[in-house]
């Protein structure tokens, strides 16, 4: 698939804020393209540089292929070319992984998202195999996610600094909440400046990009995404102030997930006007207190809900 992408440029999408969306589900728990669309809608207006599909908020490792094409397809065609789509091909194994990433291909997408391989362990000499062999499947760049706590893998300096000498390896995506690790990270770009390094983890979101990271992707920007835009914004401004004020808002925000992370986050949408709430099982959706205080948190943000719903 062709498409006009001289509206973007991986540098300022990369040092801007991409979320890292929910995938809103049907009754049959198959994902809803109106509310993907809206969804998409909601985070570019809020001023976000790019989409992030099928990663941890957007549940890809739990959808069947069916779904996970369907998500791709959909948001490529929402985005229309305004910003990049980064893949989540997130899978437990070099094989099923180069699979998610040739689905990716055919349905548009931009760049491709991978950790390191999971369910055993493997050691950084398979975790660069594992990329290379996603680079050879694949023309698409990819970035790098780090996330142990879900992989029970860490990618460690010495390994993200050999992958980071492949000019297609465009960055990482650091969600360990290690910051001094995160730093370590950024220590690459003195040997290749371009290198990009994202902040996932919402609570070190100020103190990172005023430490030299370039952008972030926030599961919380699906519900506020100009809030973190805001937070670039101050942080590019070096306005220390704002951005103490700011990640402070952040860490009020992060109320919403207090009783369940992904049902608090799907929830908020939900009340916003975007999908129906329903998480992918076998979580269940938040209950009537969580609800309760989604909704005043809401509240004191000043966000309301959508005019159309697309539950």
């Not at 790098?144 to 000019?167: D, F, G």
């Not at 297609?168 to 690790?181: Q, T, Y």
């Not at 835009?229 to 942080?235: C, D, I, K, V």
């Amino acid at each position: 698939m062709t498409r006009d992408r001289a509206a973007w440029s991986w540098d300022s999408a990369l040092s801007g804020v991409i979320p890292p969306l929910i995938t809103p589900l049907d009754t049959e728990q198959c994902p809803n393209p109106a509310a993907i669309a809206a969804l998409v809608e909601h985070v570019l207006i809020g001023g976000c540089t790019g989409l992030f599909v099928l990663g941890g908020c957007g549940a890809g490792p739990w959808l069947t292929s069916d779904d996970r094409e369907s998500v791709v397809r959909t948001t490529v065609r929402a985005a229309h070319s305004r910003c990049p789509v980064l893949v989540g091909v997130m899978m437990p194994s070099t094989r099923t992984t180069v699979a998610a990433a040739r689905c990716a291909v055919a349905g548009g997408a931009d760049a491709l998202v991978l950790t390191s391989p999971y369910y055993f362990d493997v050691d950084p000499a398979a975790q660069v195999r594992h990329v290379e062999a996603v680079l050879d499947a694949v023309d698409l760049p990819l970035l790098l996610y780090n996330i142990p706590q879900c992989t029970q893998q860490r990618l460690e300096k010495e390994t993200v600094t050999t992958l980071a000498r492949v000019p297609r390896v465009l960055g990482i995506k650091d969600s360990a909440g290690d910051f001094p690790a995160f730093l370590q990270f950024v220590g690459i770009k003195t040997q290749r400046p371009d290198f990009k390094v994202l902040q996932g983890n919402e609570p070190f979101m100020g103190p990172s990009l005023q430490h030299g990271g370039d952008g972030l992707i926030p599961g919380l920007a699906n519900v506020a995404p100009a809030l973190f835009t805001a937070l670039r914004h101050a942080a590019a401004a070096e306005d220390a102030p704002a951005c103490r004020q700011l990640q402070q808002k952040i860490v009020a925000l992060k109320e919403i997930e207090r009783d369940g992370w992904l049902p608090g986050l799907m929830g908020a949408c939900a009340i916003l006007g975007i999908g129906n709430g329903v998480p992918p099982m076998p979580y269940a959706p938040a209950a009537d207190d969580h609800l309760t205080v989604i909704r005043k948190v809401l509240a004191d943000f000043g966000l309301s809900p959508a005019a159309t719903s697309t539950g």
